[in-house]
């Protein structure tokens, strides 16, 4: 292929998928590791780790349900009652010592951390959770998960939050969170009030 073909492949797939790593852009582009490098400088395109940082500063908002050093993963994009991003790389410390799979928990937290973490109150728990791993998780890959507020109305205090993990474009996990949350005085109140009438 030649060179500037495959750097505007290369500057497509990107764009559709800012998470891609140099490796997996090896496998689809079938070039050296070293071309791929090289073509993202001459393009202008940071690494990967850069990418996320540059994409985490311009999130939209801020976590409000718990510190950001407690959520499993690094977000990168929140937006609060609707949607949010995040991404954990499974290290060593993930993962079994025999087989280098990582232990479903690790990927489980990531998930559930999300779900918290983008709902807008002051606190947010867990209620119950109906998950289901699609596949194994193994060392070095990088899960990406989605999270997406599907409702908040209905049940007073309770937001419902389906989260995807993908590694690449593959779904590897995928969960249905109803969450617990502090809910404002003067909503309650009017909560209240209009119960009363009824």
């Known amino acids: 292929m030649p060179?500037?073909?495959?750097?505007?492949?290369?500057?497509?797939?990107?764009?559709e998928n800012?998470?891609?790593?140099?490796?997996e852009l090896t496998r689809q582009l079938k070039v050296s590791i070293q071309t791929i490098r090289?073509?993202?400088?001459?393009?202008?395109i940071p690494e990967l780790r850069e990418r996320?940082?540059?994409?985490?500063?311009?999130?939209?908002?801020?976590?409000?349900?718990?510190?950001?050093?407690?959520?499993?993963?690094?977000?990168?994009d929140l937006q609060l009652d609707k949607s949010g991003i995040s991404i954990f790389e499974i290290r060593a410390e993930h993962v079994f010592s025999?087989?280098?799979?990582?232990?479903?928990?690790?990927?489980?937290a990531q998930a559930n951390s999300l779900a918290v973490a983008v709902i807008d109150a002051e606190i947010?728990?867990?209620?119950?959770?109906?998950?289901?791993?699609v596949r194994m998780v193994r060392l070095?890959?990088?899960?990406?998960?989605?999270?997406?507020?599907?409702?908040?109305?209905?049940?007073?205090?309770?937001a419902e939050v389906d989260v995807f993990t993908y590694v690449s474009d593959e779904m590897v996990f995928q969960g249905h969170f109803v969450v617990y949350r502090s809910v404002s005085e003067e909503y309650s109140e009017g909560v209240s009030r209009s119960a009363d009438r009824h």
């Open 52 to 76: 996320m940082k540059q994409m985490a500063e311009h999130s939209y908002d801020q976590v409000r349900s718990l510190p950001v050093d407690e959520v499993i993963g690094d977000i990168v």
């Open 98 to 108: 025999r087989n280098g799979i990582a232990r479903g928990h690790y990927v489980f």
């Open 38 to 44: 090289l073509d993202r400088m001459e393009l202008g």
């Open 140 to 158: 070095g890959e990088k899960c990406i998960s989605k999270a997406y507020v599907r409702s908040l109305a209905g049940r007073k205090g309770k």
């Open 124 to 133: 947010a728990l867990t209620a119950s959770a109906d998950i289901r791993f």
């Open 18 to 23: 800012p998470f891609v790593t140099d490796r």
């Open 3 to 15: 060179k500037k073909e495959r750097q505007q492949q290369l500057l497509r797939i990107i764009e």
